[in-house]
């Protein structure tokens, strides 16, 4: 599905789509499937987090290949550095230039494979180019694609050998998704499809193609931003980011940024719906994934063992929707 101009009826057709394709290759994991078309369609980033096994990896390139994004793997290591992901400028003793060398960040598709694996210095790398979709060389700039998405993944149980990621680089992230267990039903299906197949996985070998392209990709994310957001919505966002900021069990409420992304991410919910306007509902159904890894608990909360999960939910209900 390819226009220039795309009808928010035609976005959530384009998404059943996708949904289809990943469908044919990955076992449940709709609420995380969901969360990508959203983020791809609103123009943000996601972080996966949950334990080995569970398809992070494996999701992500079937997701990309569904969707039919050029894709760009980096296996975050200790000893991997900024120039293995951006890339370098190399003298041609032929032409006496410098030449750019172009790192696999250069893509649509970024899947960011144990992110927390390597030191901060190398995870700031990708500062820049989720913010700005550009990446700066030696003084110069370099254009990303208008679809450059960031598919990150972690494992939340090990502690040995694993870098927190700072602050600044989590609130470049739109989402913070929790890849759960599948449910029995899910997992017996899934030994029943893969427990006899030998050697790796790849989403060509199980049937996998392209269901659109980055033109369509662009032309839905210009469809979302027209969905309409009501005053009464905004305020809506806004109180709710605030009421963080208020919270005597957070030592660091949720920024400015924050309600913007939320903002954007209802409308992609909506557009995902087909509808052309944002619903309190929207706002609900996103709030945990938008602003989990954006809060710090104060030291009296962490002593007491509370979790930003059931905060954030308590601060839904508490804030008043409209009507």
Do not use: W
Not at 262 to 275: E, T
């Amino acid at each position: 599905m390819s226009a220039s101009e795309m009808t928010l009826e035609q976005v959530a057709s384009l998404a059943q789509a996708i949904r289809a394709e990943v469908g044919k290759a990955v076992v449940g994991q709709a609420e995380v499937v969901d969360a990508l078309l959203t983020a791809l369609f609103a123009q943000g980033h996601v972080l996966l987090e949950g334990p080995p096994g569970t398809a992070k990896t494996f999701l992500a390139q079937c997701f990309a290949t569904a969707v039919g994004l050029d894709f760009g793997r980096i296996q975050f290591t200790p000893d991997l550095m900024p120039g293995d992901i951006l890339g370098s400028n190399l003298f041609n003793f032929q032409t006496s230039q410098f030449t750019l060398s172009r790192g696999p960040i250069f893509c649509e598709l970024l899947l960011a494979d144990e992110i927390n694996r390597t030191p901060p210095k190398t995870q700031a790398a990708l500062l820049e180019a989720m913010q700005e979709r550009r990446v700066t060389l030696d003084g110069t700039a370099h254009a990303l694609p208008a679809n450059f998405l960031v598919v990150a993944t972690q494992n939340p149980i090990e502690s040995q050998g694993v870098y927190p990621l700072p602050e600044a680089q989590l609130d470049r992230f739109l989402f913070k998704v929790q890849v759960a267990y599948p449910t029995i039903e899910e997992e017996t299906r899934i030994v029943t499809a893969f427990g006899q197949r030998a050697g790796p996985q790849r989403p060509a070998d199980l049937g996998l193609t392209a269901v659109t392209g980055g033109d369509a990709v662009a032309a839905a994310a210009r469809a979302v931003k027209g969905v309409t957001l009501a005053d009464s919505v905004t305020d809506y966002v806004v109180r709710l980011i605030r009421a963080t900021r208020d919270s005597a069990d957070l030592a660091s409420g949720a920024s400015p940024r924050a309600a913007v992304l939320l903002a954007n991410a209802a409308r992609a919910r909506a557009a995902l719906d087909g509808r052309d306007f944002v619903l309190p509902d929207d706002v609900k159904a996103l709030a945990a994934s938008v602003l989990r890894h954006r809060l710090l608990l104060s030291p009296a909360a962490e002593i007491e063992g509370k979790q930003v999960e059931v905060l954030v939910g308590d601060l839904v209900e508490a804030t008043e929707a409209p009507r």
